[in-house]
């Protein structure tokens, strides 16, 4: 992302306006619309849901807590919220 000066884009009275608030602070400027949830369309969301579940499911099948923190590479806490949660 680059930087673009505030002076050459945005209207006199704007950006005086703007200096009241950030005098000089850099500030971002996030784009207008809506704002899809976190990993909706990279498909993390999905691959994480579907692996807690599968976590889930063998914990309940009889495997350890530590079992599956070291199958999955995972801390042992992890692996609990996971299953408690």
Do not use: H
């Amino acid at each position: 992302m680059k930087y673009i000066n505030a002076a050459e884009i945005l209207p006199e009275r704007l950006l005086q306006e703007l200096q009241i608030y950030s005098g000089g602070n850099i500030l971002y400027i996030p784009k207008a619309g809506t704002k899809a949830d976190w990993g909706t369309e990279s498909g993390s969301k999905g691959f994480y849901q579907e692996r807690n579940q599968r976590i889930k499911a063998l914990y309940i099948d009889g495997n350890s807590v530590d079992e599956l923190a070291l199958q999955y590479g995972l801390s042992k806490s992890t692996i609990k919220r996971i299953i408690y949660n």
